[in-house]
């Protein structure tokens, strides 16, 4: 694949916030503020190799907060990093150690990821009643606040296929890994400088082996496959579904099920098997695209494999004629491998 500089341009419309200085961060606040330990002993019995240097971590302002944890623009070790703070409730025993234990098979797994398409681990704190994961800070922010700030179905198909190659990219990653994702969704991707994305957010994650059924799961619903929604037994197919429904956003820049409450979207993709209004003009290797990943039945989504291949194939055509979408279409009977720009004319006239 050819480097595509030119998407700088297309899509850094918003401004980027500047960076900051270790003084600005040592007078803001340092993590003495949160933790009994002013980072003196840095370390205690049963620290891990991934234990962070308390005494040179400084905490910002916060950018983004989640239902049991804040996340915080910091330094650390003249870094710029983000900074995930998780604190255990007092009043309720089970969720404090239920949250300890996702804390734990967080750092697990990000310990084990380096991609550049998934959010760098740099080190984390273990000291009850507060836990800290501490990441690279991406300066672009999210994809889905991206996406708010464009007017709808504005967004080229140039940069649509971008965008979804990088996320296809680090989730076949995290699936070659054995790990599910589980929460996939515009707000857990993350943009860097060059409208790179790194997929982020590994609370709810797992290694495949481990994952069972999802009963008692807290996952976002308009991006939830319907056999999590049903607390079904699931597979790397969840993340594929979620995939359906990111690529559709990228197309609108709109909001899944907007009109509808999460539980309402809930029900009507599981019992009615709903899915968000596909624009008339989304080319038709795109809607097919899209219809695969979200397909009601796991066995009928792609693997992550399949789709960078697609992707990969679609964005060289574009470089190569800006209007291949308006000439290019896939056979009526769909099958990814048929679906690639050098598939024989001849089959897609026929289609």
Same mark, same amino acid.
């Not at 949160?34 to 049963?46: F, L, P, R």
């Not at 070659?176 to 929460?183: F, N, S, V, Y």
């Not at 957010?201 to 308009?222: H, M, N, P, V, W």
């Not at 056999?227 to 609108?252: A, C, P, R």
């Given at each position: 694949?050819?480097?595509?500089?030119?998407?700088?341009?297309?899509?850094?419309?918003?401004?980027?916030?500047?960076?900051?200085?270790?003084?600005?961060?040592?007078?803001?606040?340092?993590?003495?503020?949160?933790?009994?330990?002013?980072?003196?002993?840095?370390?205690?019995?049963?620290?891990?190799?991934?234990?962070?240097?308390?005494?040179?971590?400084?905490?910002?302002?916060?950018? @983004?907060?989640?239902? =049991?944890?804040?996340?915080?623009?910091?330094?650390?070790?003249?870094?710029?990093? @983000?900074?995930?703070?998780?604190?255990?409730?007092?009043?309720?025993?089970?969720?404090?150690?239920?949250?300890?234990?996702?804390?734990?098979?967080?750092?697990?797994?990000?310990?084990?990821?380096? =991609?550049?398409?998934?959010?760098?681990?740099?080190?984390?704190?273990?000291?009850?009643?507060?836990?800290?994961?501490?990441?690279?800070?991406?300066?672009?922010?999210?994809?889905?606040?991206?996406?708010?700030?464009?007017?709808?179905?504005?967004?080229?198909?140039?940069?649509?296929?971008?965008?979804?190659?990088?996320?296809?990219?680090?989730?076949?990653?995290? /699936?070659?890994?054995?790990?599910? /994702?589980?929460?996939?969704?515009?707000?857990?991707?993350?943009?860097?400088?060059?409208?790179?994305?790194?997929?982020?957010?590994?609370?709810?994650?797992?290694?495949?082996?481990?994952?069972?059924?999802?009963?008692?799961?807290?996952?976002?619903?308009?991006?939830?496959?319907?056999?999590?929604?049903?607390?079904?037994? =699931?597979?790397?197919?969840?993340?594929?579904?979620?995939?359906?429904?990111?690529?559709?956003?990228?197309?609108?820049?709109?909001?899944?099920?907007?009109?509808?409450?999460?539980?309402?979207?809930?029900?009507?993709?599981?019992?009615?098997?709903?899915?968000?209004?596909?624009?008339? @003009?989304?080319?038709?290797?795109?809607?097919?695209?899209?219809?695969?990943?979200?397909?009601?039945?796991?066995?009928?989504?792609? /693997?992550?494999?399949?789709?960078?291949?697609?992707?990969?194939?679609?964005?060289?055509?574009?470089?190569?004629?800006?209007?291949?979408?308006?000439?290019?279409?896939?056979?009526?009977?769909?099958?990814?491998?048929?679906?690639?720009?050098?598939?024989?004319?001849?089959?897609?006239?026929?289609?």
């Amino acid at each position: 694949m050819k480097n595509f500089n030119w998407f700088k341009q297309i899509a850094n419309n918003g401004k980027l916030e500047r960076r900051l200085s270790l003084g600005e961060y040592k007078r803001a606040a340092s993590w003495s503020k949160y933790i009994v330990s002013s980072g003196a002993a840095i370390k205690g019995e049963g620290e891990e190799e991934w234990s962070a240097d308390m005494s040179q971590l400084y905490i910002g302002n916060k950018f @983004a907060s989640g239902r =049991h944890s804040r996340i915080y623009r910091g330094i650390y070790k003249h870094g710029e990093v @983000a900074i995930k703070l998780i604190s255990q409730p007092e009043e309720d025993g089970d969720l404090a150690t239920f949250l300890e234990k996702q804390f734990t098979s967080e750092v697990a797994l990000l310990l084990r990821l380096k =991609h550049p398409n998934i959010i760098t681990f740099i080190a984390a704190c273990k000291k009850p009643p507060v836990f800290c994961i501490i990441t690279e800070y991406v300066p672009g922010g999210s994809l889905r606040k991206y996406l708010h700030q464009q007017e709808p179905y504005s967004v080229s198909l140039n940069l649509v296929v971008k965008l979804a190659l990088d996320i296809a990219h680090g989730m076949q990653y995290l /699936h070659a890994e054995g790990i599910l /994702h589980r929460d996939l969704k515009s707000e857990n991707l993350l943009l860097d400088e060059d409208m790179c994305v790194k997929v982020a957010d590994f609370g709810i994650s797992c290694l495949e082996s481990q994952c069972g059924s999802a009963k008692g799961f807290t996952g976002t619903y308009r991006w939830m496959a319907p056999e999590m929604i049903q607390e079904k037994n =699931h597979t790397k197919k969840v993340d594929v579904y979620s995939f359906g429904i990111v690529l559709w956003e990228l197309l609108t820049a709109l909001t899944p099920f907007d009109d509808m409450t999460p539980e309402q979207a809930a029900f009507a993709v599981c019992q009615k098997k709903a899915r968000p209004p596909i624009p008339a @003009a989304c080319p038709s290797a795109v809607r097919k695209l899209i219809k695969r990943c979200w397909a009601n039945n796991p066995h009928k989504r792609p /693997h992550f494999e399949e789709i960078v291949t697609v992707l990969e194939s679609y964005a060289e055509a574009l470089e190569q004629d800006p209007d291949f979408f308006q000439s290019y279409q896939p056979p009526r009977n769909f099958n990814l491998s048929r679906c690639l720009p050098n598939c024989n004319r001849s089959d897609s006239a026929k289609a």
